[in-house]
């Protein structure tokens, strides 16, 4: 896929988000311990993620921290197939926003952590093949 091609993939899934207004969400209670507070992936085309569509991740946390985000096998998280989606600092109380390309169909684990802390989350999603389409990319 060209890089012309992926980034109108990407305008068109970013419409469709700013659209549907839909968007996985994951929240915690607060905790004295705790840095990373939400994670949030912008909702797919049609309600499923696919494989080689690219969608934003946004990441809330609550101090000066790096956190790591990983893409795991939600069956078997630490044996199975994994991405490692990057590392980013993040100011306090702001955000962080990673993009996420699904390679692995199923359900995926999208793992939170705060480098050199315990805080962290996680966040289920069903990934399915991906389909692009030249203008879009759909999930099967």
């Not at 049609?46 to 609550?62: D, E, H, Q, S, V």
């Not at 169909?105 to 962290?120: F, I, M, P």
Request: with cysteine.
């Amino acid at each position: 896929m060209s890089p012309t091609q992926r980034s109108r993939i990407v305008a068109v899934i970013a419409a469709g988000a700013a659209v549907s207004a839909t968007t996985a969400t994951f929240a915690h209670s607060p905790i004295a311990t705790a840095n990373v507070d939400n994670i949030s992936v912008e909702a797919p085309v049609l309600g499923a993620y696919g494989t080689g569509c690219t969608y934003k991740i946004t990441i809330n946390a609550t101090q000066n921290s790096t956190i790591a985000v990983d893409d795991l096998d939600a069956g078997n998280p630490y044996g199975g197939p994994k991405t490692y989606l990057g590392a980013s600092p993040v100011p306090y109380n702001q955000t962080v926003v990673m993009s996420w390309t699904p390679k692995h169909v199923g359900a995926r684990l999208l793992h939170v952590s705060e480098v050199n802390t315990a805080s962290k989350k996680d966040l289920k999603v069903s990934v399915k093949q991906g389909l692009g389409t030249g203008s879009m990319c759909l999930a099967l």
